[in-house]
């Protein structure tokens, strides 16, 4: 019963690639975020959507955009892939914070 | 500002021996408070949330408002607790504020 959905578990571009991570999420949510994680920084926010065609940048937004053209799909794009973007990233989903988020699998992104 | 902080990056106990996950917060309202965790190979998971009250696999979590933490305790740790604990605080637009996390392994 998976609920939302990372189109990729590992992926491995070359640095200048245009990078895209797909996330679906099938619980009719409003709010959708895309993080990155790394060791000993925890989660950062990279965007988020509380409605489709809205996006908001999040902490770290710099070499980064989203797309949210349907509810249930947010897109992270990496404009031009850079060795420092290697990290993993998660999507996730919420229709009221008190009900807490639903992550995806995660997008183990490595640019070399 | 708002703020989450989890001062511990590592902590390990021995199986049966208490646990206790510290989180510390700076927000100016009336705050709302969770604890998420990731198992090994797993997705990030809500593990509790202040509001409910409640016990999730011998694990609470008591607000105190005059500290201003949220740490999560169990009495008896097992193996099968070993994971990466995320503390995160509500802040507008369903935003969360994370800590940086703490690992914790269980020994046997």
């Known amino acids: 019963d998976v609920k939302v959905t990372q189109s990729s578990r590992y992926l491995v571009k070359r640095t200048g690639e245009k990078v895209f991570l797909e996330c679906v999420q099938d619980?009719?949510?409003?709010?959708m975020f895309w993080y990155r994680q790394d060791p000993g920084l925890g989660l950062r926010l990279i965007y988020f959507s509380y409605d489709v065609k809205m996006k908001e940048k999040g902490d770290i937004p710099e070499g980064y955009s989203v797309s949210r053209e349907k509810k249930e799909r947010f897109s992270l794009i990496l404009e031009s892939a850079s060795t420092n973007q290697t990290s993993m990233y998660l999507c996730?989903?919420?229709?009221?914070?008190?009900?807490?988020?639903?992550f995806g699998s995660g997008t183990r992104l490595t640019v070399v | 500002a708002q703020r989450v902080t989890q001062p511990e990056k590592l902590l390990s106990v021995f199986k049966g021996a208490p646990v206790e996950l510290k989180c510390n917060y700076s927000?100016?309202?009336?705050?709302?408070l969770f604890w998420y965790v990731q198992y090994s190979r797993q997705r990030l998971q809500l593990l509790l949330r202040?509001?409910?009250?409640?016990s999730i696999k011998g694990f609470t979590a008591d607000l105190n408002k005059g500290e201003t933490s949220f740490h999560l305790k169990k009495p008896f740790a097992q193996e099968e607790d070993s994971a990466m604990y995320y503390c995160?605080?509500?802040?507008?637009?369903?935003?969360?504020?994370w800590g940086a996390g703490t690992k914790l392994i269980i020994k046997p």
């Open positions: 619980m009719d949510h409003e709010n």
């Open positions: 927000y100016s309202g009336s705050p709302e």
């Open positions: 202040h509001i409910s009250r409640e």
């Open positions: 995160a605080l509500e802040g507008s637009n369903y935003q969360l504020i």
């Open positions: 996730a989903s919420t229709s009221s914070g008190v009900l807490g988020y639903t």
